[in-house]
């Protein structure tokens, strides 16, 4: 399971909307790819559309899809948001990386 905090929450209900999608329908995609100084580099984006292999999580009022694969990686992870002068945006605390890139933005196991 993927959790979501009240923060992110605000901030995906926010960036759905300006992008004329519908948070209480619409998902959230947060998928793993290769690539980033650590080797695995995350990916959000938001999508109307389920796959055959995808999990869908629900927390905190937001919807959450992950491809089969990528899950295996997410597992545990929450979704948070970091704002004001020197903030990241979305960052995500993952139990299961064991090296982090300074960035935030990728990881390995």
Request: aromatic share 10%; with cysteine.
């Amino acid at each position: 399971m993927i959790k979501v905090s009240d923060s992110a929450k605000r901030k995906v209900v926010e960036l759905m909307k300006d992008d004329g999608f519908d948070a209480t329908n619409d998902f959230v995609r947060v998928g793993v790819k290769s690539g980033g100084c650590s080797g695995l580099s995350y990916d959000l984006i938001f999508d109307k559309n389920q796959e055959e292999n995808d999990k869908i999580f629900e927390d905190n009022g937001v919807k959450i899809i992950v491809d089969k694969k990528s899950f295996l990686y997410l597992v545990g992870t929450t979704l948070e948001y970091s704002g004001g002068l020197n903030g990241k945006g979305f960052v995500f605390n993952n139990p299961n990386a064991n090296r982090t890139c300074g960035c935030g933005e990728s990881f390995s196991l």
